[in-house]
């Protein structure tokens, strides 16, 4: 069974940085997408960056510039956030592709399999 365990969110300031981890475990797919993606209450739920098995990365407009996501083959995947402001606060998922056909990665919720159970990360302004 594919698991994802996200860790590292937590309580910043403003301007302040934070790593995210997500160790996935059991996926067994040679190319592949994967993802963070965010969610606040009453919103839906939004890509944030992906990366593919072949090393295509992109990331939302939003943070362009100030989060990074990078990964270790499939078996983890990370989300470095820098700069940090209130309107990042959110719950945070890691997620994995069904396997991938190659090429770029979606932000599209409905691309992604398995999930995380999300870390939460709150900035304080």
């Known amino acids: 069974q594919v698991q994802l365990v996200e860790s590292g969110g937590g309580s910043v300031e403003a301007g302040g940085s934070l790593r995210l981890n997500c160790a996935v475990s059991n996926y067994r797919f040679s190319t592949y997408c994967l993802a963070w993606f965010r969610q606040t209450p009453g919103k839906e739920r939004e890509g944030v960056a992906f990366?593919?098995?072949?090393?295509?990365t992109d990331t939302t407009e939003d943070v362009k510039g100030r989060f990074f996501i990078s990964n270790d083959n499939a078996d983890a995947l990370y989300l470095r956030m820098l700069n940090l402001t209130p309107g990042d606060t959110a719950t945070y998922y890691c997620a994995a592709s069904w396997g991938w056909v190659g090429g770029a990665c979606s932000l599209r919720e409905n691309d992604y399999r398995y999930w995380g159970q999300g870390t939460q990360v709150t900035v304080s302004s």
């Open positions: 990366i593919s098995s072949e090393g295509y």
